[in-house]
């Protein structure tokens, strides 16, 4: 073999261990970003599923005639933004996902006003339908913190894959960009305050 043939068989070596790498960081990533998008898809649907429960909410307090209409109003409202925000799974950058958990929170606060409220109704509070409502609110905020949480996992696992040298010299290359986090709401970082009266 010719001396001449060392260097070339090298560099080839080089450019076929830098090409094999960047296709394994590839199918590594892409299989991130399709847990990301699975899991957004369980929080899309832990919401939506309030968002349904919520409207059925909404009749049967609408069935107490006397019942505060401003409260029911946000309650409605509420709803209606924030079922009208959708985000696409490439989308879920820190922003979007901020602008999403924004409306998400306020018709959380409308509907916890609302449950609130109803207590002053013991009529509305009796009827089984209420009730079985009121137990399965709670089971959904429960699923939802628990999506988030799972969510928040697994944008963390992506978001340091491509962040880390040396992913992050192709991150860019291949297009993948830094998926957003759920929040607290502000002011959880405050105790609540309990006053009895």
């Given at each position: 073999?010719?001396?001449?043939l060392i260097p070339?068989?090298?560099?080839?070596?080089?450019?076929?261990?830098?090409?094999?790498?960047?296709?394994?960081?590839?199918?590594s990533v892409t299989?991130?970003?399709?847990?990301?998008?699975?899991?957004?898809?369980?929080?899309?649907?832990?919401?939506?599923?309030?968002?349904?429960?919520?409207?059925?909410?909404?009749?049967i307090?609408?069935?107490?005639a006397?019942?505060?209409?401003?409260?029911?109003?946000?309650?409605?409202?509420a709803?209606a933004k924030?079922?009208?925000?959708?985000?696409?799974?490439?989308?879920?950058?820190?922003e979007k996902?901020?602008?999403f958990q924004?409306?998400?929170?306020?018709l959380?606060?409308?509907?916890?006003?609302l449950?609130?409220?109803?207590?002053q109704?013991?009529n509305?509070k009796?009827?089984?339908?209420?009730r079985?409502?009121?137990?399965?609110?709670?089971?959904?905020?429960?699923r939802?913190?628990?999506?988030?949480?799972?969510?928040?996992?697994?944008?963390?696992t992506?978001?340091?894959r491509i962040?880390q040298?040396?992913?992050?010299?192709?991150?860019?290359?291949f297009?993948?960009?830094e998926?957003?986090?759920?929040?607290?709401?502000?002011g959880?970082?405050?105790?609540?305050?309990?006053?009895?009266?």
């Open positions: 073999m010719k001396r001449s070339l068989l090298v560099i080839g070596g080089l450019i076929a261990l830098i090409f094999f790498w960047a296709i394994g960081f590839q199918r299989g991130l970003n399709e847990g990301v998008a699975e899991q957004w898809a369980n929080v899309e649907n832990a919401y939506q599923l309030r968002a349904d429960k919520t409207k059925n909410l909404v009749e307090v609408k069935g107490a006397d019942f505060e209409k401003t409260t029911l109003t946000e309650v409605i409202e709803r924030a079922t009208s925000i959708q985000l696409n799974v490439d989308d879920l950058t820190p996902i901020a602008q924004e409306a998400q929170d306020k959380g606060g409308a509907l916890s006003r449950l609130v409220a109803v207590e109704y013991p509305l009796a009827t089984d339908a209420f079985d409502l009121q137990a399965q609110y709670e089971g959904m905020e429960n939802i913190g628990v999506e988030r949480r799972k969510f928040n996992e697994v944008a963390r992506y978001n340091t962040k040298l040396p992913g992050s010299l192709l991150a860019g290359f297009g993948f960009t998926k957003g986090y759920f929040k607290a709401q502000e959880t970082e405050n105790a609540p305050d309990i006053s009895f009266k």
